[in-house]
Structures are given as C-alpha cells and as structure tokens.
C-alpha cells in the first residue's frame, strides 16, 4: 500500500513538474544533483529554452552542461557554491549552439528538494527595451577585455622602448659633466621616462599583467598611517575625514597597490570637489565590515553573498552623469581639463580588484557627488 502511494506521489509529482516545463513561457532548464558544474548533466529544457538558443532536446538530453555554457572562472566559483550549499544563485552565462553561436542568459537557479535533488534553471524573456540595455552591457564588457588585451600589449612594448633610452641615457649623464649645458636636456629625458614608466605600470595594472605581492594586514592600520599623507595630496581646503572599523579588518591583499588605488580614489574626489564649489569641501572615508547580498558590481560581475571588507571613499562633489558613468574605468578617460588628469587611476582601480578577487560598488548623483565602495574578502 505504501509502495502504490509513493507511485502516485511520484507520478503526480511528474505531471506537475512536465505541466510547468510545457506551459512555463519563462525559458527553463533542468539539471540534476551534481554539485560539480562540470559533472551536471542536463535532464530536460522547455520550448522557449530552445527557441532562444537555437538548440533542442535531442541536441541537449543527458550531455554535460559545460559542452554548452561558458562560465568564467568566478562564475565557475559561485555555481559550486550554490550548488554545494542547496542555495539559489542569479548567474548571466553565455550559451553555445551547434554553430558556436553565443545567447547571454540570465539564469535564476535553484533547488528543487525531491528523492533526487534537480536543479532548475529559470530565466524571463526579456522586452525589446531589457534586450537594449542587456546588449549595452555585453557591449562594454567586450570593449573592457579588448582594451585590456590592447593595454597589456602596448604597455610591454612600450616599456621595453623606454628601457632603451634610459639605459643610454644614463650612460651619457655618467660622461656629461653637471656644467654642461647638455646637462638639464639629460635630465629632463629621465623626468619623462620616469613619468612614461608610471604610466606603463598603470595599464599594466589595468591590463591585469603585473605582479601582486599579497600580504594579510588590518585595513585600519593602513589607512591611518596613509592619513596625513592623503591630506597632503588634495588642496587644504578639502577636509579628510577618516571612520576606522570597530574591530579589525584583515585582508589579503597587495598593500602597495591597494594604497595606490585609494589615492587615486581620494584625488579623484578632491579633483570634483573644484566641479562642484556648492558642495562641502570634506572628503570621507570609511572602514566596516558589511553584508553584502548577491547584485552586480561596477565591473558586471556578480557579488557572491557574504560579509565582507568595504572601503568607501565619499565626496559631494560634482557627481557623474548617466553618459559617463560607463567609460570611468576605460584607459585615458577623463573629464578634467587636458593638463588635470591622465585618466588612468580608475582604470588601476578596475585592473587591481579584478586580480585580487574584489569588487567595486559606484553610487553618484549629479550635483551631488559619488561613492566608491571597495569589497574585499576577510582574511
């Protein structure tokens, strides 16, 4: 009697599970319980599924879902956690058809609790007017990482011209007198390879291409001992206000660079501070450690759910209009007068946190100024 019952049970389970595949106008994929992604083999997709990536069920029935969606490696991360933990996850992944076609997706992903755990994989259709702003974002993920490609080859090459005249030109102040009067022309060439040398280390950082030196430290103690050099940097009448954490904030992370990257972010504020003269001259920065739920960053990447480190530097100054706000971080974008700014601070900020695993959280109003939030793990 038992046995017939759990028959029933599974065949109306069955017919419900089937009625919601073929009346769901949602695009719908069905896994099973592999925790692994790499191992998750796809039971069943509904006809929306296969009407938006041109794929069917027999292409689909029983393969592994890594033959046709792309993940990166932190999306990689976060569908094993979810799938680890039985937790829901909002992931945009790429799907591959026969012809190597790529359709973006956004997937809402969750556990259905049966005798064999299956996981469901949901997403809406999207109108004309999401489809426009989807193919906006896919557009600029796509120029990031050719400008990032671009960036790392130009600044390799461009490095190795500069150690040439360097190299020369050190020999010839080695021969030349200081009296000369070729002296001064000398030394303004190591001026400029100097500076040549700092902008090559910043689309290098960008690029994603140099090297980290991680360490674990408490965020309150580096950001007190950058405080008066901070103040020294912006005008003397923006104000530095500095709030540490009640309690310590480890991380492991390269020092040099994350304190390069807040200064940036602090002259950056300073600098809209002149746009705005409305506004108060005080800069603030800010250490907690937060809960942050599962969105998008600045970057487009999906924040996993955690507590985490958050830095946040705030001015009242001139804010970023809608237009901007999605080149901030290309290279030699800028909005200051030519001789101002070089454009390449925020573009160390992207290049920094895509290495360390962090990410970046912009909040800004025009006429009113901007947040930069910085998320790292706890170490």
């Not at 490609?149 to 190299?167: R, S, V, Y």
């Not at 020294?232 to 709030?243: D, G, S």
Request: charged residues 20%.
């Amino acid at each position: 009697m038992h046995h017939n019952s759990a028959n029933i049970d599974k065949q109306l389970e069955h017919f419900l599970f089937n009625t919601f595949m073929l009346k769901s106008s949602d695009i719908i994929m069905i896994t099973d319980g592999e925790t692994d992604f790499t191992k998750a083999r796809i039971l069943g997709v509904n006809s929306s599924f296969e009407f938006i990536t041109g794929l069917s069920q027999k292409d689909l029935i029983d393969s592994p879902c890594s033959e046709w969606i792309n993940t990166s490696d932190s999306q990689l991360l976060s569908l094993n956690s979810a799938f680890k933990t039985s937790s829901a996850v909002l992931e945009q992944l790429a799907i591959k058809n026969n012809e190597g076609d790529l359709t973006q997706i956004q997937f809402e992903i969750y556990p259905v609790q049966q005798e064999t755990k299956l996981w469901i994989w949901q997403a809406k259709l999207l109108i004309p007017s999401q489809l426009i702003v989807r193919n906006k974002q896919l557009k600029q993920q796509d120029m990031m990482q050719a400008l990032e490609k671009t960036a790392g080859q130009t600044a390799h090459d461009f490095n190795n011209i500069l150690a040439i005249i360097m190299c020369n030109n050190d020999l010839l102040l080695e021969i030349i007198e200081d009296s000369s009067p070729y002296y001064p022309l000398l030394y303004s060439i190591s001026r400029a390879v100097d500076k040549g040398t700092h902008l090559t280390r910043s689309l290098m950082v960008f690029a994603q291409k140099n090297i980290l030196n991680n360490e674990e430290f408490n965020l309150n103690d580096c950001l007190s001992s950058m405080a008066n050099g901070l103040q020294e940097n912006i005008e003397a009448y923006h104000i530095l206000k500095l709030e540490l954490c009640d309690q310590p904030c480890n991380v492991y992370v390269d020092r040099v660079m994350l304190e390069e990257c807040i200064s940036n972010l602090v002259l950056n504020a300073s600098q809209a501070m002149f746009e705005n003269p409305l506004g108060k001259s005080t800069i603030f920065i800010d250490i907690k450690k937060v809960f942050i739920p599962q969105q998008k960053d600045a970057f487009e990447q999906l924040i996993l759910p955690q507590e985490y480190v958050k830095i946040t530097i705030t001015d009242t100054g001139a804010g970023i209009t809608s237009t901007n706000l999605p080149l901030i971080f290309t290279p030699f974008f800028t909005t200051r007068k030519i001789n101002a700014a070089k454009g390449v601070g925020l573009s160390m900020v992207y290049g920094f946190l895509k290495r360390s695993a962090g990410y970046c959280l912009v909040n800004t109003e025009v006429g009113k100024g901007s947040s930069f939030s910085l998320l790292f793990d706890i170490s």
